[in-house]
């Protein structure tokens, strides 16, 4: 199993998770054609891809969903609160349109062909969002993005992974010190906004680490953090060196990195 991102932050995220000939797009918040470039640099096309799921309908993780879905012929699967936020593009498709919309729980997992996919609950400021594990049935691959603060359940569902994405979206000083208006400031660093650089290593200090093959810090703000200083807080709960940890930047994102 292996995975890369697309990019990752608020202008936009997508995350290809792979295994054998099952290619999943995790959330699509690029126009259809910067979705194709940014597939192209991972060698992929979008025909390729064999589903995409979504964690919540904010537009930096869905905006590009539909579109792509339609022209590529694509199904897609989503929490039926996701699809309630989304009716519009997403829902009372006819019977003949080009591409199928399946509900899921956030509590009970399901599978794209050779990909094991387990959804679970986060506290976002969304309707209904999810964050997936993935497994191919021997690894598994934990995606931690766009929740507010950690919980018992988030901990349990993400320990023991093979490897992990994990928030890291700003650090607390910055944010405090930044231009944002002060609603901003407290809808982000809010129990329902995004999890801050210490934050995040305190979520990744509680998990069973044993098996971890690969860490990448994502979603990190522009303006409120720095990816020196979100390798920093992670790298600090696993003893190792700083660049050991890796980034998905919203620009490049992030390329494959092989899961064994």
């Known amino acids: 199993m292996r995975f890369a991102s697309l990019g990752s932050g608020s202008e936009g995220n997508g995350l290809v998770v792979q295994t054998g000939t099952t290619c999943v797009l995790m959330d699509c918040g690029f126009s259809v054609t910067e979705t194709n470039e940014r597939l192209t640099r991972l060698g992929l096309t979008a025909d390729s891809l ?65 990909l094991h996919i387990q959804p679970y609950a986060v506290p976002h400021d969304a309707n209904e969002p999810v ?42 000083t910055l944010l405090a010190k930044s231009h944002y208006p002060h609603s901003l400031k407290q809808r982000v660093g809010g129990d329902y906004g ?26 990190l703000s522009r303006s409120n953090n720095t990816p020196l200083l979100a390798q920093q807080a992670l790298s600090a709960v ?8 890796a980034v998905a930047g919203q620009d490049e994102g992030l390329s494959w990195r092989e899961i064994r």
């Open 131 to 172: 964050q997936f594990v993935f497994s191919d049935g021997d690894k598994k691959l934990g995606v931690l993005t766009d929740t507010g603060r950690s919980t018992p359940h988030i901990e349990a569902t993400l320990s023991g992974c093979d490897a992990l994405v994990l928030e890291c979206n700003h650090d607390s």
């Open 238 to 245: 696993l003893n190792c060196a700083a660049d050991w940890v």
């Open 194 to 219: 995004h999890l801050n650089n210490a934050d995040a290593a305190a979520l990744l200090s509680k998990l069973n680490n044993s098996r971890l093959q690969h860490i990448v810090a994502a979603h």
């Open 50 to 114: 064999t589903g995409i799921v979504v964690t919540h309908e904010h537009g930096d993780h869905i905006a590009g969903v539909a579109r792509l879905a339609r022209k590529y012929s694509i199904p897609v699967w989503l929490t039926h609160g996701t699809l309630r936020a989304q009716f519009k593009m997403l829902g009372n498709l006819p019977p003949d349109h080009p591409f199928k919309v399946t509900e899921i729980d956030s509590h009970t997992p399901f599978h794209i062909h050779g």
